[in-house]
């Protein structure tokens, strides 16, 4: 197959390639990719850098493309005024200013090759806070007008774990006429008022999503597994939908419902449950079986995972991403190297039979999730504009030191 070389579309939306059969590859997680390059401070998550370091988020935006991605999501995950203000967090940017910034941005990279722009909401601090359903409405319709404002292709609710929230959020977004897609962070458990997987796509295909899926929270199998789910509960009502899955890149075989953020490696220890390129070939083709055409990732992402879904759907596609130009299929460039028994894993066999050490061996294989218990209603998730104040911190440890005495 040819490598993707200034190939272009005629000018297709999402919608007309999914409905096409076509296959839609999504981007990484910039959360956590440009946290690890500096970019990012872990805690409130926020996407300034589209506005302080743009060449950062340009330049990651360019390495997906190159591996093989067709959607560039702007990065305005948690850029709501709301999320912006939490817990002391003083930025002298606004939320609209950060979203333009990150239209702009992905608009400039997405002219570079067969790219369409998306824009995105996700979960809020005042859902959280019990604020009604009005008020977290007005949030997202403030975000949605700079997307209407740059034109982007279409929207994308995600990263919710209520699927109410995320109805919401679908309702508003759809009455920008745009495509919409809705995306939750759940596993095959459901939401975290226990709605199943497929309730939560039957009441977002209600709402108004023309795709339904999950991302984040949990590995790739496990979120095939859950939109599968979805796409059993949705023919099942006698609805129609697109599918979408956006996992982690980590393995989860530990998690509750709650996903990775429940583990305590959570965030600053996840590296050793990485998955591998080939990995990445596996859940692909899980993905695509499953009936899943839009498939991309989430935290943990980087370009090579991207290039290998790539790689792995390169003949449902028609051509491998720039970024093959680089890499041998299959290890095949290891030929080339300068030790033997080096060049003798230069093969599909060996690869897809790996069995990767984590070079641990003081380090158990599973963790115990933390499992607090607690979601929206509860006091310890309402959140405020003031800095997390010493009480409230002393609460939480004491809160910590008794889950982990009962586990």
Not at 97 to 117: P, S, T
Not at 350 to 357: F, H, Q, S
Request: charged share 25%.
């Amino acid at each position: 197959l040819p490598p993707l070389d200034g190939y272009k579309c005629l000018n297709t939306g999402i919608l007309e390639r999914l409905n096409a059969g076509e296959i839609v590859i999504g981007d990484g997680g910039f959360v956590l990719a440009l946290e690890k390059r500096g970019y990012v401070k872990a805690g409130p998550w926020t996407p300034e850098a589209t506005v302080t370091h743009p060449e950062a988020v340009r330049q990651l935006h360019r390495e997906f493309l190159r591996a093989g991605a067709n959607v560039m999501q702007a990065f305005t995950f948690y850029a709501s005024d709301d999320k912006l203000e939490n817990r002391g967090q003083a930025l002298k940017i606004t939320g609209a200013q950060i979203n333009e910034a990150a239209c702009d941005l992905a608009r400039e990279v997405a002219k570079e090759g067969d790219a369409l722009v998306a824009g995105g909401v996700a979960q809020t601090p005042s859902y959280l806070s019990c604020k009604s359903e009005t008020e977290v409405k007005a949030i997202f319709k403030k975000q949605l007008d700079v997307f209407v404002k740059k034109n982007v292709d279409f929207l994308i609710a995600e990263y919710f774990e209520h699927v109410e929230e995320a109805g919401w959020a679908v309702q508003v977004l759809k009455t920008s006429g745009k495509p919409v897609a809705a995306s939750l962070c759940i596993g095959p458990e459901g939401d975290m008022h226990g709605v199943s997987p497929a309730e939560c796509a039957i009441r977002l295909v209600k709402a108004g999503a023309q795709i339904v899926g999950v991302n984040c929270h949990f590995d790739p199998l496990t979120c095939v597994k859950a939109v599968k789910m979805m796409k059993e509960g949705v023919e099942k009502a006698g609805l129609k939908a697109h599918y979408m899955v956006q996992p982690l890149a980590y393995h989860t075989p530990d998690c509750n419902c709650q996903g990775f953020i429940d583990l305590p490696e959570f965030p600053f220890a996840l590296e050793p449950r990485i998955l591998t390129r080939w990995d990445m070939h596996q859940y692909a083709r899980e993905a695509y079986n499953a009936g899943i055409h839009y498939i991309g990732g989430c935290c943990g992402y980087e370009p090579y995972h991207i290039r290998a879904v790539s790689e792995e759907l390169a003949p449902e596609r028609g051509f491998l991403p720039a970024a093959s130009e680089k890499h041998g299929l299959w290890g095949a460039g290891l030929e080339m190297h300068t030790k033997p028994w080096v060049r003798a894993r230069s093969r599909r066999e060996y690869w897809e039979n790996i069995r990767p050490a984590s070079g641990r061996p003081k380090c158990p294989s599973l963790s115990t999730p933390e499992s607090w218990g607690v979601t929206k209603g509860h006091s310890d998730l309402l959140q405020h504009k003031e800095a997390t104040s010493t009480q409230e911190m002393k609460h939480v440890l004491e809160k910590q030191k008794k889950v982990k005495t009962s586990a």
